[in-house]
Nanobody
Framework: QVQLVESGGGLVQTGGSLRLSCAAS????????ITWVRQAPGKGLEWVST???????YNAGSVEGRFTISRDNAKKMVYLQMNSLKPEDTAMYYC?????RGQGTMVTVSS
């Protein structure tokens, strides 16, 4: 059973940092790209960042230079280091494969 479990969200002030974690199980993790998406209150899903099976990374323009995605294949984990957070980063953050999404972790950035 494919499972993705996010953690690490919370309340942080503008300019602060958080590191989100995504724990994967039930599939050949090292062979798959993993993506972080987010959904702000009342808005649609927004792509944030992707890491490929071989470690290539891609970021949305809105987070480029502030967010860093990484993976640890031995631990079956993906991380999203978020620095210089802004109120507009407030959202539920999800990690996902092509067909499975976790339950999400909430990030709130206060102004």
């Amino acid at each position: 059973q494919v499972q993705l479990v996010e953690s690490g969200g919370g309340l942080v002030q503008t300019g602060g940092s958080l590191r989100l974690s995504c724990a994967a199980s039930g599939f050949a993790f090292s062979r798959f790209s993993i993506t972080w998406v987010r959904q702000a209150p009342g808005k649609g899903l927004e792509w944030v960042s992707t890491i490929t099976a071989i470690g290539g990374t891609y970021n949305a323009g809105s987070v480029e230079g502030r967010f860093t995605i990484s993976r640890d294949n031995a631990k079956k984990m993906v991380y999203l280091q978020m620095n210089s957070l802004k109120p507009e980063d407030t959202a539920m953050y999800y990690c996902q494969t092509d067909d499975t999404r976790g339950q999400g972790t909430m990030v709130t950035v206060s102004s």
